[in-house]
């Protein structure tokens, strides 16, 4: 398996919602990512684990909680979150922190917050 | 903090015409200069690397070009096709204990039949 998969591919949700963003990789990588793209924009970095452990905290508001709970799961809890939260959010992995690997992404997951 | 600049914002070109996007970079310690194409709609996908050990890598129709004492790195797409039409991203590695990587602004691309 050569894939980052990530679900759902859409997710709508209102203010007051609590919903969880979910991505997987079997490929055995130890660092893995999570992006925030707006539209017409780059990704911008939110967070990043590396050994199943949160390396980099990227001044994300709380309303955002990841969690690595295994080597191959990342997820991203939501809760009260703003309009101006809607994007795409991609998860990304690489095989090990610190080298410089390339960076696999996921195919995103279509945010709406109502 | 480190800045990738990237240009042009958007580009047209010719079918079968060459295009050259570029980028420059702040950190001078950035050693990992990844180039990402991204399809309406799709992912960010890796399509050429290079590292500062090395001043030009080719792939088929795609090179990567860096000059490090200048900070800066293009890619050079020949004999562009319909499929090459996309937003292409380049990155520097700013922090190398977590492959941590900023992006530039990106670059339409688009190719005329």
């Known amino acids: 398996d050569t894939e980052v998969t990530q679900t759902p591919k859409h997710l709508v949700m209102g203010m007051t919602n609590k919903k969880s963003l979910k991505c997987e990789q079997h490929?055995?990588?130890?660092?893995m990512y999570w992006y925030k793209q707006k539209a017409k924009k780059p990704p911008e970095l939110m967070f990043v684990?590396?050994?199943?452990?949160?390396?980099i905290n990227e001044s994300v508001p709380s309303r955002f909680s990841p969690e690595c709970p295994n080597s191959s799961l990342l997820n991203l809890h939501l809760h009260a979150l703003q309009p101006e939260d809607s994007a795409l959010y991609l998860c990304?992995?690489?095989?090990?922190?610190?080298?410089?690997?390339?960076?696999?992404f996921g195919p995103g997951t279509r945010l709406t917050v109502l | 903090g480190e800045n990738v600049e990237q240009h042009p914002s958007t580009l047209s070109v010719q079918e079968g015409d060459s295009a050259v996007i570029k980028c420059t970079y702040s950190?001078?310690?950035?050693?990992?200069f990844p180039w990402y194409k991204q399809e309406l709609g799709k992912r960010p996908q890796l399509i050429i690397d290079i590292r500062s050990n090395v001043g030009e890598k080719k792939d088929q129709r795609i090179a990567v070009t860096l000059n490090k004492t200048a900070k800066h790195f293009s890619l050079h797409i020949t004999e562009t096709q319909p499929e090459d039409s996309a937003v292409y991203f380049c990155a520097a590695s700013i922090n190398s204990s977590a492959s941590k990587i900023i992006f530039g602004s990106g670059t339409r691309l688009s190719i005329r039949p």
């Open positions: 950190d001078s310690a950035s050693n990992y």
């Open positions: 684990y590396s050994y199943e452990k949160l390396s």
């Open positions: 990304a992995s690489s095989q090990v922190p610190g080298n410089e690997d390339t960076q696999y």
């Open positions: 490929m055995g990588h130890r660092a």
